[in-house]
């Protein structure tokens, strides 16, 4: 018998809610990410769960238990359960009815098999009891345990029903496939089939996900395949593949962590990926200084000065990796030494006014950066 263990599951928060279904005599279980990745030992930071119950007797139940029902979801079965302030979706299991992309008409089930055969990949149809017994409808442990991420049934149904799940397919290979594995063929020939249907995507979630999957360890090999398989360039026009791995190695030669706004920087600096992924104002103006910082190709120092540390780290190991060539041992010394530099001179130690004031600053700024931050107050001062 397989079982699922941490923190998580023994939390009182999570007990409570456990506690609310049994006592009224109802079925529920854990499923989805926090019994795939307890079984991978990986974090777990959302629990869900799942119930034969329907919704209405769900907000029933637990409002009995003193627990506060919130129906996030009712149409599709989804009743946020909170508990000792942590919020658990608590869902129906399901069969679909009808689909038509991302929308669904969907009727209860209490039969388990049938909410499985529903979902997406066969390591995110596991379930796990209350005291933690992991229950497999579909062979999900042997697909993680190898490292296969595999659609559920028919792959162009899965897609069908949701063109999510191409990108979904791809951003959890990253994070859970095995590379030597490879990605599933069956899976991969349906999304490369399916790419007309990523236009119907909303940028909001196109962005999330290719955020995501730049963020695991080591994207390169999704990546690639979702490149050759024309699926990258539907979301990323104009995108290259071919210098991510480079950069990975950069990154993990000098310890860097990734930062999926540099991985996306690689694979071009298209303004337009900019609202094509629906990016934050943070995030848009993150990716703009990395562009300015390579169109300026400033020395490791000179760019840490001018740029910042974050910014001229991703311009120097996105140059690397462009240029295929290895990084200075001393590049993260320099970029640091550039970004603590303080320039001496300040408009009070002028006699200058106006724009005339902001033109001596510049040249004085300029010829001291050119000194390698090594002139003086009094030496700028001088000239």
């Given at each position: 018998m397989t079982r699922v263990e941490g923190s998580w599951l023994t939390d009182p928060s999570t007990r409570r809610v456990c506690d609310a279904f049994s006592a009224?005599?109802?079925?529920?279980?854990?499923?989805?990410?926090?019994?795939?990745?307890?079984?991978?030992?990986?974090?777990?930071?959302?629990v869900d769960m799942a119930t034969d119950e329907v919704p209405e007797r769900v907000m029933e139940i637990?409002?009995?238990?003193?627990?506060?029902?919130?129906?996030?979801?009712?149409?599709?079965?989804?009743?946020?359960?909170?508990?000792?302030?942590?919020?658990?979706?608590?869902?129906?299991?399901?069969?679909?009815?009808?689909?038509?992309?991302r929308h669904a008409r969907v009727a209860w089930s209490a039969d388990l098999n049938e909410d499985a055969a529903r979902r997406d990949f066969t390591m995110n149809a596991l379930y796990a009891t209350p005291d933690g017994?992991?229950?497999?409808?579909?062979?999900?442990?042997?697909?993680?345990?190898?490292?296969?991420?595999?659609?559920?049934?028919?792959?162009?149904?899965?897609?069908?029903?949701?063109?999510?799940?191409?990108l979904r397919?791809?951003?959890?290979?990253?994070?859970?496939?095995?590379?030597?594995?490879?990605?599933?063929?069956?899976?991969?020939?349906?999304?490369?089939?399916?790419?007309?249907?990523?236009?119907?995507?909303?940028?909001?979630?196109?962005?999330?996900?290719?955020?995501?999957?730049?963020?695991?360890?080591?994207?390169?090999?999704?990546?690639?395949?979702?490149?050759?398989?024309?699926?990258?360039?539907?979301?990323?026009?104009?995108?290259?593949?071919?210098?991510?791995?480079?950069l990975v190695e950069h990154e993990r030669a000098l310890g860097?962590?990734?930062?999926?706004?540099?991985?996306?920087?690689?694979?071009?600096?298209?303004?337009?990926?900019?609202?094509?992924?629906?990016?934050?104002?943070?995030?848009?103006?993150?990716?703009?200084?990395?562009?300015?910082?390579?169109?300026a190709m400033y020395p490791p120092a000179v760019s840490g000065y001018y740029f910042g540390r974050d910014t001229a780290l991703d311009a120097a190991l996105i140059q690397g990796a462009s240029l295929e060539m290895p990084l200075a041992p001393d590049l993260i010394a320099e970029i640091d030494r550039g970004a603590s530099a303080k320039f001496p001179v300040r408009a009070a130690d002028l006699d200058e006014t106006g724009a005339a004031l902001g033109e001596a600053l510049r040249l004085l700024e300029a010829k001291w950066v050119s000194s390698d931050f090594h002139a003086t107050k009094a030496q700028l001062l001088s000239e």
């Open positions: 009224a005599g109802a079925r529920v279980l854990f499923v989805g990410g926090c019994v795939r990745n307890s079984l991978m030992g990986r974090p777990v930071t959302d637990v409002s009995a238990a003193g627990l506060r029902a919130v129906p996030t979801g009712l149409d599709h079965g989804t009743v946020t359960v909170v508990s000792d302030g942590t919020g658990f979706e608590v869902t129906t299991f399901r069969r679909d009815e009808e689909t038509t992309g017994e992991v229950l497999d409808p579909l062979g999900g442990m042997n697909d993680l345990r190898a490292g296969l991420v595999r659609f559920v049934g028919d792959a162009d149904r899965r897609i069908a029903e949701d063109y999510l799940r191409i397919f791809f951003r959890f290979y990253a994070w859970y496939g095995n590379p030597e594995g490879g990605l599933d063929a069956d899976g991969l020939s349906a999304c490369a089939a399916g790419t007309d249907g990523l236009a119907q995507l909303s940028r909001e979630r196109v962005g999330a996900e290719i955020s995501r999957l730049l963020a695991a360890a080591d994207p390169g090999q999704a990546v690639a395949a979702m490149s050759t398989s024309g699926v990258l360039n539907a979301v990323l026009p104009g995108s290259l593949a071919r210098f991510l791995p480079v860097v962590e990734p930062r999926w706004l540099r991985r996306l920087a690689v694979l071009g600096q298209s303004p337009d990926w900019t609202d094509a992924l629906r990016m934050s104002k943070a995030d848009r103006r993150a990716f703009g200084a990395i562009g300015k910082a390579l169109d």
